[in-house]
Antibody
């Protein structure tokens, strides 16, 4: 079965960088795009980035353009999300998700368990 | 960027009620709308895709409709397990976006 397993919780200081991993299994990793989404306390879901695993084409949310990089490693079936220059506003649960097979549209049916990131001095 | 405006932001209904959540896109997006159910401490779950298609595992009391700019999610016969926050999401643009969410309580 499809599984996405994310790395563990992190505590970071303001100004630091964060790298979260998302290890995929149960399917051909290069066949489906991966997105990253976060949920800050008391806030809604916020889309951050999209990456095509087969050609590494990426799209980023405007708010994150300058300090976010998403990558994949096909040798380990792992996607990565790196966020730099952290502030307390980056305290959130971070999720990876994989595209599903949703007729001619895109949908995200498979999600990691989430990685809790706390940014605090 | 495409903005998704969801309403209401929260609602309280009784067991068995019919509940409707709406989502408006800032431009026409055909049927490229998904709905997700989000419970505290859990990852989002895909509920509806392509505006009206029920994803496997969800009961038929959930339904979605709409095309263009206006979309809705309806729960017919609200159940205790439906308490959650529901989000619309557009996948028309490569720059994805979510609505602000609707918290459903009983």
């Amino acid at each position: 079965q499809v599984r996405l397993v994310q790395s563990g919780a992190e505590v970071k200081k303001p100004g630091a960088s964060l790298k979260v991993s998302c290890e995929a299994s149960g399917y051909t990793f290069t066949k489906y795009a991966v997105i990253w989404v976060r949920e800050a306390p008391g806030q809604g879901l916020e889309w951050m980035a999209w990456i095509s695993v087969d050609n590494n084409n990426t799209h980023y949310g405007q708010r994150f353009q300058d300090r976010l990089t998403v990558t994949t490693d096909t040798s380990t079936n792992t996607a990565y999300m790196e966020l730099r220059s952290l502030t307390s506003d980056d305290t959130a649960m971070y999720y990876c998700a994989r595209e599903g097979s949703c007729s001619s549209t895109s949908c995200y049916a498979y999600w990691g368990q989430g990685t809790l990131v706390t940014v605090s001095s | 960027d495409i903005q998704m405006t969801q309403s209401p932001s929260s609602l309280s209904a009784s067991l068995g009620d019919r509940v409707t959540i709406t989502c408006r896109a800032s431009q026409s997006i055909s049927n490229y709308v998904n709905w997700y159910q989000k419970k505290p401490g859990k990852a989002p779950k895909l509920l509806i895709y392509a505006a009206s298609r029920l994803y496997r595992g969800f009961p038929s009391r959930f339904s979605g409709s709409g095309s263009g700019t206006d979309f809705s999610l309806t729960i017919r016969g609200l159940q205790p397990e439906d308490v959650a926050t529901y989000y619309c999401q557009q996948s028309y643009s490569s720059l994805l976006s979510f609505g602000g969410g609707t918290k459903v309580e009983i």
